[in-house]
């Protein structure tokens, strides 16, 4: 059995920094990319960032690009999301999910393409 338990969410100020993890267990973790989703309020759940296997190589979605950094630890079987200059539009749940064996970080940017989940994180940014 997966699981999945993300945290570091909370209430920040625009502009401020929040870091969320994830960490994993159940699954070679090193075996799989790894990614972050959010869910805004009325919002369909949309692709944050992937990070690949071993950690090389990472994409992100376009409004996040400069502002956000996916990153792993195989070591401690977890995954991490630092998040600067947070705007009011990055207010969501954040989930962490990995990705499906055999799919490249490359493949993996649709919800299909993951197969577990974790609860999730509330992320509130202020204006």
């Known amino acids: 059995q997966v699981q999945l338990v993300e945290s570091g969410g909370g209430l920040v100020q625009a502009g401020g920094s929040l870091r969320l993890s994830c960490a994993a267990s159940?699954?070679?973790?090193?075996?799989?990319?790894m990614g972050w989703f959010r869910q805004g309020p009325g919002k369909e759940r949309e692709f944050v960032a992937v990070?690949?296997?071993?950690?090389?190589?990472?994409y992100y979605v376009d409004s996040v690009k400069g502002r956000f950094t996916i990153s792993r630890d195989n070591a401690k079987n977890t995954v991490y999301l630092q998040m600067n200059s947070l705007k009011p539009e990055d207010t969501a749940v954040y989930y962490c999910?990995?990705?499906?064996?055999?799919?490249?970080?490359?493949?993996?940017?649709?919800?299909?393409?993951?197969?577990?989940w974790g609860q999730g994180t509330q992320v509130t940014v202020s204006s």
């Open positions: 159940g699954r070679t973790f090193s075996n799989v990319a």
């Open positions: 999910a990995t990705a499906k064996p055999g799919l490249l970080a490359a493949d993996s940017r649709s919800i299909r393409d993951y197969d577990y």
């Open positions: 990070v690949s296997r071993i950690g090389r190589t990472t």
